[in-house]
């Protein structure tokens, strides 16, 4: 079993539509980070989160520490948001300063 | 002030060769992490370095496989001797002290 879970694996919706693509963990983190990777590879870190709630643009990002959850959500979905969105994790478990990376959820947005 | 920097982007390699990859982190960045992906596989870590030091290699291989991030020049990622399996794509990232990671765009190794 991973230690980061990601659902759904993949997700394909119309434009427009509200996006909530999810992550959980079993370890005690010390921070949760959102990266994008797009087709040609390239990753973007989103947000990194340690409580609460970040918003930048369209993406919300929100952590459930208690619950060992966290969710990532686009509003008013566009096909340039089409990618891969990873959930990875920093922990004292694996060493503070690596990330341990779900399997990530491949999101496409149809025109 | 540019990104993290990786070279080269594309590799070629036959079996047997070596393998060199190279990291420019941010200005300023004394945190350098390697990270590798496999052909439709997620991200997994291999070694985290700081100036001229080896902090954490729990996710490197324990043959073929070595890193170095100098006190002058880039962080290195050296495969002795590459095989099949070691095609991917290679990623490296940076830090200050207390934030999180920067990658840079990759290197997608072939081993033919």
């Known amino acids: 079993k991973n230690e980061v879970e990601q659902s759904p694996q993949n997700l394909t919706a119309q434009e427009g539509e509200f996006i909530t693509i999810n992550c959980s963990y079993s370890v005690g983190i010390s921070a949760l980070h959102w990266l994008q990777q797009h087709p040609g590879g390239g990753i973007v870190s989103l947000f990194m989160l340690s409580s609460g709630k970040k918003k930048h643009g369209r993406l919300i990002a929100t952590i459930n520490i208690q619950e060992k959850h966290s969710s990532l959500h686009i509003t008013a979905s566009h096909p340039r948001d089409s990618a891969v969105y990873i959930c990875a994790v920093r922990s004292p478990n694996f060493g503070n300063e690596k990330l341990t990376f779900g399997t990530g959820t491949r999101l496409t947005i149809i025109p | 002030n540019a990104g993290v920097m990786q070279n080269p982007r594309h590799l070629v390699r036959r079996r047997g060769q070596e393998a060199r990859l190279r990291c420019s982190p941010m200005k300023g960045h004394s945190h350098v992490y390697w990270y590798r992906q496999l052909p439709e596989e997620g991200l997994k870590f291999m070694v985290y370095?700081?100036?001229?030091?080896?902090?954490?290699e729990s996710g490197m291989p324990k043959e073929r496989f070595s890193a170095e991030f100098p006190k002058e020049g880039p962080s290195i990622l050296r495969i002795q001797q590459v095989v099949r399996g070691d095609s991917a794509a290679y990623f490296c990232a940076s830090s200050p002290s207390d934030r999180g990671p920067f990658f840079g765009p990759g290197t997608r190794l072939t081993v033919l």
């Open positions: 370095l700081q100036k001229e030091n080896i902090i954490d």
